[in-house]
């Protein structure tokens, strides 16, 4: 069978056909194919045919945030083409205006005319990010950065708002009657800016705040009816040493906390309606800050946190609260009484998590539901140089355990390990001539901790134990005869419940 080359008329004839079917698509189909890119290709598309000359003028979802537009061209340049993307656009609705731009002073009435010509058209989501310096992020003062004008503030079209790198410039009367999501990225919230804010968004669900106050206490007062969901990131920035969180939201479901940095505190009050707590803090504890630590510094913080969040049903912890709670362990401090009955903890499953694993189980006196995803970057931020901490006996610690978790022999019905034998510091792939024996004694914590759960857990009725990526085992010619001698070590381990299901995917 040959192949024949298309040329000359054929060519045309097949190019003519192929875009005569896209063509014959409804204007509104077209348009919401068209609302996935970015300004530049949309009106790119006006050269692919004379029926697509102006229909991108009524394109819903105008995208000004393309990287491409700061590599290419200067500021003037991005100043011009979103000027005149707009001065087309007719009379349709706006969905969805976004806009990442170099702010200078020079520019705030343009700025201005942009967001007032989203509002005219009765925009839903707005996203601006009006950026100063090198890398997009500001670490100018107030004064310095473009302030919102009034006429954002009485947008009752708007269901989703995200600003960056700007000033509130809150105005006296303000109105978000639509707004459900609220995300503030590198923004100083001074006083009661939060609080003003919100009370404003009747219907508010999800409040987002990301690197703001990074030289000040943050005060997130939102007594919203509707607000379900609160996530403050710390993540690039080194917040000023003494500053702190401070959270009043008495109708919460979810809470989450992240950081690179760490406050000197966070206060949580009245969060009597939380139902889902996550807390992943990555500070690194060295030999000089530990004498911090010892002075009840990150060890207060901790457990006072975890004190307020001991009524709620589910809590993340990620490996730097574990490794807090091994100095607690190692001390024989008392365990943080919690009331959680589904704990889920990301860590590597090393010898620095052991002991805060048991300190934190020792305290989850109604644990259901346990989940370990085992990720081995998770154990890089704590103790670094603090080798003296670590001269406890690693083998046979979870057996000099077992009469201390008294939530297992009671409550803990499901167990959930992902990543078992995964993520760790001797691979299979990259050392090709280790033996079966010797990986199992390489990831003797994932299986002693599974023999522990079995061993102790009297009204188990299910555990799951989920493998790594075929990846993690593909170049390795002694992965089936681990596979087999790995199910067979741990169906044979003793079993304090009788109906246990052990599932292996």
């Given at each position: 069978?040959g192949f024949?080359?298309?040329?000359?008329?054929?060519?045309?004839?097949k190019?003519?056909?192929?875009?005569?079917?896209?063509?014959?698509?409804?204007?509104s189909?077209?348009?919401?194919?068209?609302?996935?890119?970015?300004?530049?290709?949309?009106?790119?598309?006006?050269f692919?045919?004379?029926?697509?000359?102006?229909?991108w003028?009524?394109?819903?979802?105008m995208?000004?945030?393309?990287?491409r537009?700061?590599?290419?061209?200067?500021?003037?340049?991005?100043?011009r083409?979103?000027?005149?993307?707009?001065?087309l656009?007719?009379?349709?609705?706006?969905?969805?205006?976004?806009?990442?731009?170099?702010?200078?002073?020079?520019y705030?009435?343009?700025?201005?005319?942009?967001?007032?010509?989203?509002v005219?058209?009765?925009?839903?989501?707005?996203?601006?990010?009006?950026?100063?310096?090198?890398?997009?992020?500001?670490?100018l003062?107030n004064y310095?950065l473009?302030?919102?004008?009034s006429?954002?503030?009485?947008?009752?079209?708007?269901?989703?708002?995200?600003?960056?790198?700007?000033?509130?410039n809150?105005?006296?009367?303000?109105?978000f009657?639509s707004?459900?999501?609220?995300n503030?990225?590198?923004i100083?919230?001074?006083?009661?800016?939060?609080k003003?804010l919100?009370?404003?968004?009747?219907?508010?669900?999800?409040?987002?705040?990301?690197?703001?106050?990074?030289?000040?206490?943050?005060?997130?007062?939102?007594?919203?009816?509707?607000?379900?969901?609160?996530?403050?990131?710390?993540?690039?920035?080194?917040?000023?040493a003494?500053t702190?969180?401070?959270?009043?939201?008495?109708?919460?479901?979810?809470?989450?906390?992240?950081?690179?940095?760490?406050?000197?505190?966070?206060?949580?009050q009245?969060?009597?309606?939380?139902v889902?707590?996550?807390?992943?803090?990555?500070?690194?504890?060295?030999?000089?800050?530990?004498?911090?630590?010892?002075?009840d510094y990150?060890?207060?913080?901790l457990?006072?946190?975890?004190?307020?969040?001991?009524?709620?049903?589910?809590?993340?912890l990620?490996s730097?609260?574990i490794?807090?709670?091994?100095?607690?362990e190692?001390?024989?401090l008392?365990?943080?009484s919690?009331?959680?009955?589904?704990?889920?903890?990301?860590?590597?499953?090393?010898k620095?998590?052991?002991?805060?694993i048991?300190?934190?189980l020792r305290?989850?006196?109604?644990?259901?539901?346990?989940?370990?995803i085992?990720?081995?970057?998770?154990?890089?931020?704590?103790?670094?140089?603090?080798?003296a901490?670590?001269g406890y006996?690693?083998?046979g610690?979870?057996?000099s355990?077992e009469l201390?978790?008294?939530?297992?022999?009671?409550h803990?019905?499901?167990?959930?390990?992902?990543?078992?034998?995964g993520?760790?510091r001797?691979?299979?792939?990259e050392?090709?001539?280790?033996?079966?024996e010797?990986?199992?004694?390489?990831?003797?914590?994932d299986?002693e901790?599974?023999?522990?759960?079995?061993?102790?857990?009297r009204?188990?009725?299910?555990m799951?134990?989920?493998?790594?990526?075929?990846?993690?085992?593909?170049?390795?010619?002694?992965?089936?005869?681990?596979?087999?001698?790995?199910?067979?070590?741990?169906?044979?381990?003793?079993?304090a419940?009788l109906?246990?299901e052990?599932?292996?995917?």
């Amino acid at each position: 069978m040959g192949f024949r080359l298309i040329q000359g008329k054929d060519l045309k004839q097949k190019m003519e056909n192929t875009s005569d079917r896209i063509g014959d698509l409804p204007d509104s189909v077209l348009l919401h194919i068209m609302s996935f890119l970015s300004m530049e290709d949309v009106i790119s598309t006006s050269f692919l045919s004379k029926g697509w000359r102006y229909l991108w003028r009524s394109i819903p979802n105008m995208d000004f945030g393309d990287p491409r537009l700061r590599r290419l061209r200067n500021v003037k340049d991005i100043a011009r083409f979103v000027d005149q993307s707009i001065a087309l656009h007719d009379d349709s609705k706006i969905r969805e205006f976004r806009i990442s731009f170099h702010y200078k002073d020079d520019y705030s009435s343009r700025v201005d005319s942009w967001i007032d010509f989203a509002v005219r058209h009765n925009v839903e989501e707005l996203c601006l990010d009006c950026w100063k310096g090198k890398f997009g992020f500001s670490k100018l003062r107030n004064y310095d950065l473009y302030k919102l004008p009034s006429s954002l503030f009485g947008c009752e079209s708007l269901t989703s708002l995200t600003l960056k790198h700007c000033d509130l410039n809150l105005p006296s009367s303000m109105s978000f009657s639509s707004l459900k999501t609220l995300n503030l990225v590198q923004i100083e919230l001074n006083g009661t800016m939060v609080k003003d804010l919100t009370s404003n968004c009747p219907l508010l669900e999800n409040l987002t705040i990301v690197d703001c106050n990074r030289k000040s206490a943050l005060n997130i007062y939102a007594a919203n009816l509707r607000l379900r969901s609160l996530k403050i990131i710390d993540y690039y920035y080194k917040c000023k040493a003494g500053t702190q969180i401070e959270i009043y939201a008495p109708n919460l479901l979810s809470l989450e906390l992240r950081g690179a940095t760490l406050r000197i505190n966070y206060l949580v009050q009245n969060l009597l309606s939380l139902v889902e707590a996550t807390i992943h803090l990555e500070e690194m504890l060295t030999s000089k800050n530990m004498n911090e630590f010892m002075g009840d510094y990150y060890d207060s913080m901790l457990k006072k946190l975890l004190e307020s969040l001991r009524h709620v049903k589910h809590l993340k912890l990620c490996s730097w609260c574990i490794q807090v709670l091994f100095v607690r362990e190692i001390q024989r401090l008392e365990s943080p009484s919690i009331n959680v009955t589904c704990l889920e903890l990301k860590l590597g499953l090393s010898k620095l998590e052991l002991p805060g694993i048991a300190h934190l189980l020792r305290g989850s006196c109604n644990l259901e539901t346990l989940v370990i995803i085992k990720d081995s970057k998770e154990d890089n931020y704590a103790f670094e140089g603090n080798e003296a901490y670590l001269g406890y006996h690693e083998r046979g610690y979870w057996e000099s355990r077992e009469l201390s978790f008294s939530c297992l022999l009671r409550h803990l019905k499901t167990v959930k390990i992902c990543n078992f034998l995964g993520g760790d510091r001797i691979h299979p792939v990259e050392n090709g001539s280790i033996t079966v024996e010797e990986f199992l004694e390489c990831h003797e914590n994932d299986i002693e901790l599974v023999k522990i759960l079995l061993k102790s857990s009297r009204v188990l009725e299910r555990m799951t134990i989920q493998f790594p990526k075929e990846e993690h085992f593909k170049k390795w010619a002694e992965k089936s005869k681990l596979l087999s001698k790995l199910t067979q070590k741990l169906l044979f381990f003793p079993k304090a419940s009788l109906n246990v299901e052990i599932v292996f995917s």
